[in-house]
């Protein structure tokens, strides 16, 4: 990773640790961090934001359908 780069890890892992799992991400953070302007947190970064999109995307579809001509 380029030295100042912002690094957006949009990344999701389940690991196992002894006897709990934790999520990770894509990026290995411990490494990215010393040197990248800012590293996204997983988890708790870019997945609200996701979400969100997908709500808007999935509202913008219903009223593009509801406009187009019905067949039958």
């Known amino acids: 990773?380029?030295?100042g780069a912002v690094v957006i890890d949009v990344g999701i892992?389940?690991?196992?640790?002894q006897d709990k799992s934790r999520l990770v991400g894509d990026v290995d953070y411990d490494t990215?961090?010393?040197?990248?302007a800012a590293v996204s947190p997983v988890p708790g970064g870019?997945?609200?934001?996701t979400v969100a999109?997908?709500?808007e995307n999935t509202v913008l579809a219903a009223k593009e359908r509801?406009?187009?001509?019905?067949n039958g």
């Open 1 to 3: 990773v380029k030295p």
């Open 13 to 17: 892992n389940r690991i196992q640790e």
């Open 32 to 36: 990215v961090v010393e040197g990248a």
């Open 46 to 49: 870019v997945g609200p934001l």
């Open 53 to 55: 999109m997908l709500l």
């Open 66 to 70: 509801k406009k187009a001509p019905q």
